[in-house]
């Protein structure tokens, strides 16, 4: 089974500085992730993925991600916070072998970037 | 500007109801999921299609609900009774089936079971 963890509820950065929400996962084979921001009364918007290659996966809005197999990790970062990238972020894993094509999500962590 | 839309928006309805939810895909599409998301369970995958067939519907209660997809535009989830545990907002997502690819999420249906 696979399953997808983000340790915080919630995650308070100033604008301007660098923001980090956390991601770890657990799939039996090797995994696809993905990142996805949900905007209040909105659908879910894809930002990045990572399938294979480079660490380090550029995304939308400035958004980036960098997978880490030893630590099973997939953290979302960006460099300098907007008021705008306030939002609920959620990172999905899918294993890249047999079973479901579905995706299977973390709980979400609220972003709020303040002023 | 392709997007995934889904009707209706909002449903309020009072239980042992019938309810439809509607979503049409992309166009060229060809894998359909529908979500569920709650406050509690968060994001969880109900039943998802390729090419119209079913692949896989055990995240659905298959006591009263169904997924269909009666043509490559519609897909449809219904939920018959429904109960107040049915409360949630239902998403559908479609993609081009690769287990790499990203899947594009409608607006959603908020569905209240009073």
């Known amino acids: 089974a696979q399953s997808v963890a983000q340790p915080e509820d919630q995650v308070n950065v100033a604008e301007g500085n660098p923001l980090t929400v956390k991601c770890t996962y657990s799939?039996?084979?090797?995994?696809?992730l993905f990142w996805y921001v949900q905007y209040p009364n909105r659908g879910l918007q894809f930002l990045l993925k990572?399938?294979?290659?480079?660490?380090l996966v550029k995304g939308s809005y400035g958004f980036e991600a960098e997978f880490n197999k030893s630590q099973t990790s997939f953290h979302l970062k960006k460099p300098s916070a907007l008021v705008s990238d306030s939002a609920l972020y959620f990172c999905?894993?899918?294993?890249?072998?047999?079973?479901?094509?579905?995706?299977?999500f973390g709980k979400g962590t609220h972003l709020i970037i303040q002023p | 500007d392709a997007r995934v839309t889904q009707t209706p928006r909002d449903k309020v309805t009072e239980m042992g109801q019938e309810v439809t939810m509607r979503c049409q895909p992309i166009?060229?599409?060809?894998?359909v999921f529908w979500y569920r998301q709650t406050m509690m369970q968060g994001l969880e995958l109900l039943a998802y299609?390729?090419?119209?067939?079913?692949?896989?519907d055990s995240g659905m209660p298959k006591d009263r609900f169904s997924a269909e997809m009666p043509d490559a535009t519609l897909a449809t989830l219904k939920i018959q009774p429904s109960e107040p545990r049915d409360s949630a907002v239902y998403f559908c997502?479609?993609?081009?089936?690769?287990?790499?690819?990203?899947?594009?999420f409608g607006p959603g249906t908020r569905l209240t079971v009073l």
């Open positions: 997502a479609s993609g081009l089936g690769a287990r790499g690819g990203e899947q594009f």
């Open positions: 799939v039996s084979g090797n995994p696809y």
């Open positions: 990572y399938i294979t290659g480079d660490n």
């Open positions: 999905a894993v899918r294993d890249n072998g047999g079973g479901a094509d579905g995706l299977t």
């Open positions: 166009l060229g599409h060809n894998t």
């Open positions: 299609f390729r090419n119209r067939a079913p692949l896989d």
